[in-house]
């Protein structure tokens, strides 16, 4: 078992304007609006260690709906994760793959598949509006007990020749991601899922929950006291499951401090972190870790 890269992060948001508005409030170049062929869109955000964010709105609920009756596994949990819990949330992680085929395969030998693979191309626009085609391959995987988190591999079969140089460079100083938080009563009970998922089975615990390490990103899974303690986000649910709830990131204190008064962002300096809650078009708390 080797670790899996990170990739990316999937946040439902209500509107893609307001969330292309709060990302440039907090200092983040947004990339050009982008739809896919199933009914959702996204407006993405770039780092230069070849990590991303993901806000996943809506653009034609019709297309959705009709996609995700037919089998197409992220427009059925997107539209899941939107009724059980919020319009603007943290309801996915991707992991690069090489062979989104084996990895389905793998999943559906453990029992935590999420069903079909899918496989589907949509249009990238660079920096300087060159576009360029882009496919991918995508297998789910999920726990039953935790039905508000999913997980899924990211294959591509074609990768755009753009230049998205200028999409990675942020006024707030932020160059990656370092860390997903997770919250669950027991983050143990989730270890034996977590390390296939991952690519990991060393999951050293710790005073608040336990961590689980992949090829580029932490994955630390809190207890509500904990996520508490360590970052003053409150879990807003009493149901047991993994819930996905913040993100860490590497970034220039000195830039990003200039970036959040410019954007007249409210934020809470730990020592460690300087953190912003989660708000409308953000989903899930960030916390901002750097010199």
């Known amino acids: ?146 039905p508000d988190a999913t997980f899924f591999t990211c294959e591509r079969i074609n990768t755009p020749n753009v230049d998205r140089s200028s999409l990675t460079s942020h006024a707030n100083g932020v160059t990656g991601i370092k860390e997903i938080i997770l919250s669950e009563f027991v983050p143990s009970d989730f270890q034996y899922f977590l390390q296939p998922v991952i690519g990991n089975r060393d999951t050293p615990s710790h005073s608040f929950g336990m961590e689980i390490t992949s090829a580029n990103v932490n994955f630390n899974v809190l207890t509500p006291e904990g996520l508490t303690a360590m970052f003053g986000a409150t879990r807003q649910t009493l149901d047991r499951g993994l819930r996905l709830e913040g993100i860490v990131f590497a970034a220039d204190k000195n830039a990003l401090l200039a970036a959040l008064k410019q954007g007249n962002i ?26």
Not at 55 to 69: S, Y
Not at 104 to 128: C, E, M, P, W, Y
Not at 274 to 289: D, K, L, R, T
């Open 1 to 146: 078992m080797s670790a899996k890269f990170f990739d990316h992060a999937v946040l439902p948001v209500e509107s893609l304007e307001v969330s292309r508005e709060r990302y440039q409030a907090l200092g983040f170049t947004v990339a050009a609006d982008a739809r896919h062929p199933f009914g959702t869109e996204n407006a993405c955000v770039f780092f230069s260690d070849d990590t991303y964010l993901e806000p996943l709105g809506i653009a034609q609920r019709e297309d959705c709906e009709a996609t995700a009756t037919k089998g197409n596994v992220f427009t059925k949990l997107d539209q899941t994760y939107r009724f059980r819990v919020a319009q603007d949330g943290f309801s996915a992680v991707a992991f690069k793959t090489n062979d989104a085929d084996a990895d389905h395969k793998t999943f559906q030998a453990l029992g935590i598949s999420a069903g079909k693979k899918l496989s589907f191309g949509r249009n990238f626009v660079d920096g300087n509006g060159k576009k360029e085609r882009a496919s991918f391959k995508l297998s789910f995987a999920r726990d039953d007990r935790a």
């Open 266 to 291: 409210e934020y809470r300096d730990t020592g460690r972190y300087i953190i912003v809650p989660a708000a409308n078009g953000q989903g899930a708390f960030f916390a901002f870790e750097g010199n």
